[in-house]
């Protein structure tokens, strides 16, 4: 990938080469192998086609998050950052929904600002549940639909 800046970085393109299980043994790629051998390669699996993607740690702590970055704190693009005035209205939403919340849900976030130290699960109430909502008419139409489409996934 090419970074273009701090903390963003981009894959053009689309053909490219699968890499395979024997590449990653052999420690082809010298960026991503620091050690000499990682504990994880002496295992009997392929471990380029036998991976499980972790959908808490990929979507409710990672794009869930960089998503909370962008519209709060503005990190990505300052287009979809909100004002002041809509996180208040944000976090006004959530303490709302938070009464209708059933007692099943462990953790229900009421603060954005404090998304930073948000647990996955607060995360995916969010996404899953409120997040239509508490989000309806303050972001943007583009992120918005962003958001949607997740949520809809």
């Known amino acids: 990938g090419?970074?273009?800046?701090?903390?963003?970085?981009?894959?053009?393109?689309i053909d490219h080469r699968l890499r395979t299980n024997e590449e990653y043994i052999m420690c082809l790629d010298g960026k991503h192998h620091i050690e000499d051998e990682a504990c994880i390669s002496r295992l009997s699996i392929d471990l380029v086609n036998q991976s499980i993607f972790d959908y808490m740690h990929l979507v409710c702590l990672g794009v869930m998050e960089k998503i909370f970055l962008a519209v709060v704190d503005g990190k990505y693009a300052s287009s979809a950052k909100l004002s002041p005035v809509s996180i208040k209205t944000l976090s006004a939403r959530l303490e709302i929904a938070k009464k209708f919340c059933p007692q099943e849900f462990a953790r229900r976030p009421i603060n954005v600002t404090k998304h930073r130290t948000f647990k996955a699960t607060e995360h995916r109430q969010i996404l899953l549940y409120t997040g239509p909502v508490i989000f309806y008419k303050l972001l943007n139409e583009a992120t918005y639909l962003h958001f949607l489409l997740l949520h809809s996934a």
């Open 2 to 13: 090419t970074s273009i800046r701090q903390g963003v970085m981009i894959y053009s393109g």
